[in-house]
């Protein structure tokens, strides 16, 4: 089975498992995620939109065509990373995912992370960074990577973090902009760092 093969075989277990039917009742898609299944970098966001929700992918708004331009400044674009949410299903009125929620999600996430095994992680937001690094605040942590390991799914991972800002966060606050394409300008030397070290 091929990444983008269990990819699909965790999306069917989602609705298979009928997680968070609540949420699943009232929205138009189901929101799992997009790009290359094979990438080094995986971002996640909290939960889809209006947008993402009418048309059944992640960040395609506003917020998401700042991450496209964000993702341009490195040379990068989407088919080189993927995204997600910790959240599948748009909550209602965009009011933030309740803890049940991210909890019901977050073995579907790690059974994600699991299949695609990026290089780095990078949290968009409070909710998705917090859902990783419980307790720290991103206003002190954002641009640093931070090293965890997870038991999921029965086995232990290591991954790297990089907690960054919601794109969203940007559209409203110029100086905010500046810090996250100053936080996204280091993902690049992060990456040859950690590649360095796998190889070593």
Known sequence: MNTQQRLDQIKADILSQNICPDLAKQANNMVFGSGNPDADIVFIGEAPG????????????????????ML???????????????????????????????????????????????????????????????????????????HIKVTANGTEQAWIILPLYHPAAALYNGSMRAVLLEDFARMPAIIT????????
């Open 50 to 69: 209006k947008n993402e929700d009418l048309i059944g992918e992640p960040f395609v708004g506003a917020a998401g065509k700042f991450l496209d331009e």
């Open 72 to 146: 341009a400044s490195i040379n990068l674009d989407r088919k080189d990373i993927y995204i997600t949410n910790i959240v599948k299903y748009r909550p209602p009125n965009n009011r933030d995912p309740l803890l049940e929620e991210k909890e019901a999600f977050l073995p579907f996430l790690y059974a994600q992370l699991a299949a695609i095994k990026p290089k780095i992680l990078v949290t968009l937001g409070r909710h998705s960074t917090n859902c990783f690094l419980p307790g720290l605040q991103i206003s002190q942590i954002h641009g640093q990577p931070q």
């Open 193 to 200: 760092k950690i590649t360095k070290q796998l190889s070593s």
